[in-house]
Structure formats: C-alpha cells, structure tokens
C-alpha cells in the first residue's frame, strides 16, 4: 500500500497543482481505507509519515506535503511534528510560518517534474510495503 501512496503523490506532484485531500487519495490510488474508522485514519497517516521520512533521509522532498485534510487550509499538527522530528524546526513556528508548506509543496513539484529525477527515483522502493 505504501508503495501505491508514494506512486500516486509521484504523480500527482507532476500532472496537479494544490493538494490532494485524504478523501481523494484513498479513493484513487485504491487503497481500500475507510476514514470513518480512526485507526484506519492512523495507518494511513502511519505510512505518510514513512514515505516522507525515507524520501527525506534520501535526500528527496516530503511527499506527504500534497496531502490534507479536505476543507483545511494546510496541514494538521502531526505533519509539523514530523517535520520538527526531522530536524526542520520547532513544530508550532512551522505550522505558523506560510512560507514553509508553501516551500515544500514548490520543492516536491520542482523535485518530481525533473524529468531526470523521475527516471532515477519514481521506482525506488520503500524498506516495508504495507
């Protein structure tokens, strides 16, 4: 599944502009998830938080930055936790900072729409495939 999650923000990220709601991703990369359900939410909130922090320790952009609760404005707390947890600063003065989200999202599009960076990278696998 997590491998479906990363295919499809891969692709996203080059053919879509904005962000792409839980909602939206469940349905169209097939995942199966009911978000009604709170530990189904978890696990893919889980394997968000997995792809993000291995494409980040590859030295890749955070995926995850394309995803987003329908009807909020940017991302919930748990992303900024992620973010401070990888060393990009304290969570609640990224949250607050407009600009950060904003970098992130233009860095994963501009990542994935080298078209270099596409051939060599699109198909790398991740370590666990949910």
């Known amino acids: 599944m997590i491998g ?3 295919t499809y923000l891969i692709r996203y990220s080059r053919q879509q502009t904005g962000t792409v709601s839980y909602l939206t991703l469940v349905q169209e990369a097939e995942l199966g998830l009911n978000l009604e359900i709170s530990h189904e939410k978890s696990r893919l909130n889980e394997m968000l938080a997995e792809i993000s922090m291995t494409e980040f320790e590859a030295g890749r952009p955070f995926l995850s930055c394309l995803v ?3 009807g909020s404005k940017g991302q919930g707390d748990n992303f900024y ?10 969570w609640r003065n990224l949250k607050q900072d407009e600009e950060f989200l904003k970098g992130l999202i233009r860095d994963c599009r501009a990542f994935w729409h080298n078209e ?6 699109s198909q790398t696998t991740q ?3 949910s």
């Open 4 to 6: 479906r999650i990363r």
């Open 68 to 70: 987003k609760v329908q």
């Open 81 to 90: 936790k992620l973010c401070e947890k990888m060393g990009l600063g304290e």
């Open 116 to 121: 270099t960076n596409f051939q060599k990278f």
């Open 127 to 129: 370590v666990t495939d």
